[in-house]
């Protein structure tokens, strides 16, 4: 058995210890929202300010070092005030993705630790391709639902989970409050890490689907299997494949986040002090 193994041998202890080594490192004995940010989202964090704690994730137990641009895979620890009080969010910088194959164990263990640390709201961001045609570059679109065509469940046994309300209502309706223009949109997870191809764009597209991308969708199940609120925000960082017949590319993925940093992170700073 590698280290790696023996450390996802039991998730939830795994997550229990990286939760109270969080606890140990920032003198937080609980935290309340956990933030995952995805391509092209970790500017949108500067409208938070200072964080009080950052270290390295993976020098906490059962985090893996970051193989992706634009994770820088840091862990921090903010002091923000909220409508009811102080709130205490702790931010993930980066995730690990399925693509990466190193099972689910990994992909969720963030948002798993997440919870365990005290986390009763998790807000889950990526960058997606568009699938609706009336998206545009730059826009964020609210996760309603989502379609899993990958079938891979981070929940092992007969954990039969209720998703009917999986990306919260309640938080949806405060997001929109802040910002009426947000739409709402149904995502898909395509396991990646090539593309799709445009005839499975028009799959998704024939089957429901507004956006696409690779992550999101087992932190979701795993986050809100253990009793968090989830709010997913997508950030359409391209027309998905065969849309405008441009090719897609990382760099342009990363652009995109980078020119709606500040836009993603004004809307995450006025947002957070109404979720608890
Ligand atoms: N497809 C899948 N994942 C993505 C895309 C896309 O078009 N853009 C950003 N992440």
Redesign the pocket.
Known sequence: MTSSEALYKDPLGTAQKAADEIGERTGVAKHDIALVMG?GWVGAVDALGNPSYECDAHEIAGFLPPTVEGHSGKVRSYALDGDTGPIRALVFLGRTHYYEGKGMEPVVHSVRTAVKAGCKVVILT????GINTAYKVGQPVLIRDHISLTAASPLIGADFVDLTDLYSKRIRAIVKAEDDSLQEGVYVH?R?PA??TPAEILMMRTLGADL???STVPEAIAAHALGAEILGISLV??A??GVTGEK?NHEE?IAAGKAAASRMGALLKGVIPKLL
């Not at 990526?126 to 391709?129: I, P, R």
């Open positions: 391509s990526n960058a997606c391709g395509w990646g593309y799709e696409v991308g690779m960082t391209n998905a494949a897609l993925v």
